[in-house]
């Protein structure tokens, strides 16, 4: 079963930066739309961003502004860029994708439009 693994995370003061990585491997990248999703404890996951295959963006109004969502087929990897951190951003951070097509902006902020995922990787954001 394909896995993708995500990188990045970790503790991190209000206000700064962090930078979260995702690889597909076994999977063509170019064809593969991405998205970043989080879920907080006793919360369910929620969508963050995402990116299509052909570099559109989509983000989640809580994170508009503050996170950047990037692609680069060329290292097949995704990166979510997150400034401005704030305490309720901490969540384990989920890397997911899918290779088809989807026909509606919505689409890209439903889990079950994703079929790979990564297995999450923690960030907190101390106050």
């Known amino acids: 079963q394909v896995q993708l693994v995500e990188s990045g995370g970790g503790l991190e003061p209000a206000g700064g930066p962090q930078r979260l990585s995702c690889a597909a491997p076994?999977?063509?990248?170019?064809?593969?739309?991405m998205g970043w999703f989080r879920q907080a404890p006793g919360k369910e996951r929620e969508f963050v961003a995402a990116?299509?295959?052909?570099?559109?963006?989509v983000y989640a109004d809580s994170v508009k502004g503050r996170f950047t969502i990037s692609r680069d087929n060329a290292k097949n990897t995704v990166t979510l860029q997150m400034n401005s951190l704030k305490p309720e951003d901490t969540a384990v951070y989920y890397c997911?994708?899918?290779?088809?097509?989807?026909?509606?902006?919505?689409?890209?902020?439903?889990?079950?439009?994703?079929?790979?995922w990564g297995q999450g990787t923690q960030v907190t954001v101390s106050s």
């Open positions: 997911a994708a899918d290779q088809r097509p989807k026909y509606y902006v919505g689409a890209y902020s439903r889990a079950n439009e994703y079929n790979f």
């Open positions: 990116i299509t295959y052909s570099g559109g963006t």
């Open positions: 076994g999977l063509t990248f170019s064809n593969l739309h």
